[in-house]
């Protein structure tokens, strides 16, 4: 096990082979092979249509350099840990995102995320160091100060209107986290981007590159202000902002037909009746009779007066019949105008309305909307600047997943994208899912969330996630109640073998004496246990049993058939490992004092019994 995160050049290389197997010679990407193999669809010309920045192969750099950190599970800040499939990350976004590639590959539904909108005022962490070594980033990333929070005057800083790569370091953040995030995405998964008009067009531009113009769904033009400010400074005033949709692939999307409808809207509710005192509630209707140009069955309909009418209905006599049984057919005009299908308040409420690219104030809510529900959760004290809507971020999330689906949220905020989750789940009685990633980034001694206890952004949103799921599972009591587990990034458990570091025959000898033992002296079972877990590909929501066997303690992952051992280990606890019939058993190399033979005997053991056997 080599410890790093997935390789992303070798994932775009093999997926590349499958596709074009014959652009490959000895394994190498042959380019005049290629340019052969798509004839005239290669452009030769420097002069084409693209985005360019400084910096732009840098930010590639960054992406595709592996991180070996992992994420340790915190127990005691989760809420219900056994009971939920919800996670809450706190750590460096991007480094967060290389290490969930191999747990959720292709398995997020919906991505919502709230970037910063590079006003030249909001902090992020972009590498604009362009000439600095790898070992000089991996010292960069790690900056802190005295009490472990990350340094603005380090790698999280201000991208300042002054600088003169002012649109390229946002361009320069964004790409390799956009990109790894259509990685996790399902292939009828959606993202949803909110922005304002400073970047909306270079967003535009990156989308189209790293998903495809195809692949563009809309932009959702979003009023987050219900009323009107009166800026005789500017000619214009800003109301709205925007939120770019696109999908990872359009066509898989139709195919699928997961389109889900939004909420309808007070004034399409309003057109709803029920003059009859139908049981069924509420109603509209629409003609039976088939409208001009359109085909449909041929009968005879006798209306409640005795009128007969011999027309083209919009469905056949059977399906009728049974419509006027149930009440579901009216006949306006005191019974003697044409019959009219019942369409339900109840029913239309459940599916929804199609949605469309303007969101106005009354239907998804505003920027003040979300603030009153923060202040709310924090006994009235302002926590967060601009917080979007639950309604909103609920509204995205029903036109875009089903009641089981997975919900990503890397710029997690104040933590309204799981708020809404929370929302949904208990007013639809679903069970959908969130990941919410979140940077401890210090928050100003100035602030109010300073004045309240709070020490980083990060605390903020965990304690939003807890105060909401304690109040959901106040009132509805559920038997599968609202929570999270909650995980930090960090350092990875395990010694990494620094072959770039090796300039004498002393740094050799210094680094075989490191690596007598591969785990760290500070590491602990159960956290390099979870490590090998999520390196193999364990989702964070698995359930995790501890195992003991004549004394020795073993990790079993059962939703991935994986046991790891990090403490010891016999010949008869690997055969009591061998009857659960795991697909994976991993061991420390330590846990067998250095006995080749005790070694070799266990190894030839889960082997003949067709388990694969590794070890650190």
């Not at 909110?194 to 067009?201: K, P, Q, T």
């Not at 949709?245 to 037909?257: M, R």
């Not at 059962?558 to 790891?564: D, I, N, S, T």
């Amino acid at each position: 096990m080599d410890g790093k995160s997935l390789n992303v050049t070798g994932d775009l290389i093999a997926k590349l082979k499958d596709i074009i197997p014959g652009a490959f010679t000895e394994d190498k990407l042959n380019i005049d092979q290629l340019k052969q193999l798509l004839g005239e669809n290669i452009n030769p010309d420097n002069e084409r249509y693209q985005l360019n920045w400084a910096g732009k192969s840098e930010a590639f750099r960054v992406l595709q350099m592996p991180t070996t950190a992992t994420l340790a599970p915190d127990i005691n800040a989760s809420v219900n840990w056994d009971n939920t499939g919800n996670i809450f990350i706190e750590g460096e976004n991007l480094e967060v995102l290389k290490v969930l590639q191999k747990s959720y590959y292709g398995k997020i539904k919906a991505i919502c995320i709230d970037p910063p909108y590079n006003t030249g005022s909001d902090s992020f962490i972009y590498p604009d160091k362009f000439s600095e070594t790898k070992e000089e980033y991996f010292r960069r990333i790690k900056e802190k100060d005295e009490e472990g929070f990350m340094m603005k005057e380090g790698l999280f800083r201000p991208n300042k209107k002054e600088n003169g790569q002012f649109h390229s370091n946002w361009l320069s953040m964004m790409l390799p986290r956009l990109f790894l995030a259509k990685n996790l995405l399902s292939d009828d998964g959606i993202i949803f981007i909110s922005i304002d008009d400073n970047e909306l067009a270079n967003l535009k531009l990156l989308m189209d590159e790293i998903f495809g113009e195809e692949n563009k769904e809309a932009i959702i033009t979003w009023r987050r202000r219900h009323n009107q400010p009166n800026d005789k400074s500017k000619m214009i005033s800003k109301v709205a902002e925007y939120i770019v949709v696109y999908a990872k692939n359009s066509e898989t999307l139709k195919k699928k037909n997961t389109f889900y409808g939004i909420p309808l809207s007070e004034t399409r509710q309003g057109s709803y009746s029920n003059p009859d005192k139908d049981p069924l509630g509420p109603w509209d209707s629409k003609p039976w009779k088939a409208g001009s140009g359109q085909t449909g069955s041929k009968y005879t309909i006798t209306t409640p007066t005795g009128k007969v009418l011999n027309e083209e209905w919009m469905g056949a006599e059977s399906t009728y019949q049974q419509l006027l049984a149930e009440g579901k057919i009216y006949f306006p005009s005191g019974g003697d105008g044409w019959p009219r299908k019942k369409f339900y308040l109840g029913d239309r409420m459940e599916e929804g309305q199609s949605a469309h690219n303007f969101w106005g104030h009354q239907e998804f809510g505003s920027n003040q909307e979300g603030s009153a529900e923060l202040t709310e959760i924090f006994n009235g004290k302002n926590v967060f600047d601009n917080p979007k809507p639950t309604r909103l971020l609920k509204a995205l999330i029903k036109i875009s997943t089903s009641k089981d689906d997975l919900i990503l949220d890397f710029f997690g905020g104040s933590g309204s994208t799981a708020h809404a989750v929370y929302e949904l789940n208990k007013e639809e009685g679903s069970n959908r899912k969130f990941i919410l990633v979140q940077l401890p980034e210090k928050i100003d001694a100035s602030d109010e969330a300073y004045k309240l206890g709070f020490k980083t952004i990060a605390e903020v949103t965990q304690t939003r996630l807890s105060k909401v799921a304690q109040s959901i599972n106040e009132q509805t009591g559920t038997q599968a109640p609202a929570g999270f587990r909650c995980f930090r990034l960090s350092d990875s458990n395990f010694k990494i073998w620094r072959g770039d570091f090796l300039k004498s025959e002393a740094d050799i000898v210094e680094q075989l004496r490191m690596f007598d033992t591969v785990e760290k002296d500070t590491a602990a079972g159960e956290k390099m246990a979870w490590e090998i877990a999520i390196k193999h590909g364990v989702p964070l929501s698995s359930a995790i049993n501890v195992l003991t066997f004549n004394g020795d303690h073993f990790y079993h992952f059962p939703e991935k058939k994986l046991v790891a051992g990090t403490d010891a280990i016999s010949i008869s606890s690997a055969k009591e490992i061998i009857k659960m019939k795991p697909g994976t058993v991993v061991f420390l190399d330590s846990i067998f004092k250095k006995s080749d033979q005790d070694k070799t005997n266990i190894q030839l053991l889960f082997e003949d019994a067709g388990i694969i056997f590794h070890t650190i």
